[in-house]
């Protein structure tokens, strides 16, 4: 996604051919990454124009205008002067785009947690009764996961928290999620406190002993190469609410 907004920047020149083939291959050609045309739509400011909304394998949608004869295509900019009924077109149709992204996103990920078992999982039970719950994808090493560890207990008073861990960074990280997941098995199902200490303990800079290095962490990584696969998400920490 970041090499199309990359070429979005400056244009790109097409091969003469059909709009649709030549959006794709140029994409193709130019970002290695594939794309398909979601929508689009001949403007009523520029007859030679088309806006089109592209879609990558993974799900992205991003806005473009291309020529009608596929000569070229650019980005949006608040340099072009589009009428009111383009500028509403447009809108309609990223909205309409952006929806249709949502429910598949939410399909995808509603199969892709039902996947795992509950062994998988760190529960951590809120407050009360009868709440919401949040699955949250996370890594111990990961600076923003850390950050948001430090407003846990004021979350499990709006919801339950199921975390699965998927870590971005070295083995050590891997590491550390397998020791949380073996030390919290230890402890009750409703031991939210003693739970979220476990996390606290590995969620910093920490040297591993020895004993530790040699941890089995394969359960993390089957976890991980499973959550990545979906194409959903990107990275952490990533927050779903069933």
Known sequence: MKKIIAILACGLTFASAALEENFKKSIKDMTDVEVEVEFKKELVSFPSMYFVIGKTKGGDIFPVIVSKEGEYFIGLSNVLKLSNVDTQMMQ??????QKEKE?????VLKELFSGFKESDFLYLKGASENLPTKIVVSD???PYC??????????????????IFAPIHEK??????????????????????????ILNKYFKD??????????????????????????????VPFIYEE
Do not use: W
Request: proline share 1%; with cysteine.
């Open 206 to 235: 920490i040297a591993l002993s020895n004993k530790e290095l040699k941890t089995d962490y394969s359960q993390i990584t089957r976890n991980t190469e499973k959550v990545f696969k979906s194409g959903v998400i990107k990275g």
């Open 172 to 197: 050590e990280a891997f590491i550390k999620s397998q020791l949380i997941m073996s030390e919290a098995a230890k402890l009750k199902k409703d031991d939210t406190k003693g739970k979220v200490a």
């Open 146 to 163: 850390r950050e948001h560890l430090k407003g846990i207990d004021q979350e499990l008073k709006e919801a339950n928290i199921k975390i």
């Open 92 to 97: 309609e149709a990223l909205n309409q785009a």
């Open 140 to 142: 111990p090493d990961c």
């Open 103 to 107: 429910a598949r996103d939410s399909k």
